[in-house]
Each structure stands twice: as C-alpha cells, then as structure tokens.
C-alpha cells in the first residue's frame, strides 16, 4: 500500500500503552502527556494546537499520509 490514513495518537502515559502504535506507525510522532486516560479532559490547552496541526497537514495532503 503506498498511502496509509492518517493517524493521530495523543494519550496520557498512563493510559493506554503507546509502544505497539509505533511499532506499526514508524512515521507517527508521539505525544504523551502526565495524565491518565482522558488526557484531553486533563491537558486541553497543550493538546488543541497538536490536533488543529494535524487536521491541517492532513487536509493538506488530501487526507493521506506516506506509508
């Protein structure tokens, strides 16, 4: 496959295990945050400008990312 969807992982490093996401999405760039699983409940004002990025540079690439 030569494009893959985009994919976007933000989480807590005390939520959900983030090692097996980036084993299968070398490309991906991480962002974890000191909270639990909500950790857009917990850290929204450092989290937002991470998920308007993304949806611009997804947009962007006409929603497709190189795999």
């Known amino acids: 496959m030569s494009h ?3 994919f976007a992982r933000i989480n ?3 939520g ?3 090692r097996p996401y980036l084993r299968d999405r070398p490309q991906a760039e ?3 945050f000191d909270t639990g699983h909500f950790a857009l409940e917990d ?5 937002a400008p991470l998920i308007a990025s993304f949806l611009t540079s997804t947009s962007a690439a006409g929603g497709h990312q190189a795999a």
């Open 4 to 6: 893959a969807p985009c």
């Open 12 to 14: 807590g490093s005390r």
């Open 16 to 18: 959900l295990v983030t």
């Open 30 to 32: 991480p962002h974890l």
């Open 43 to 47: 850290e929204l004002q450092p989290i």
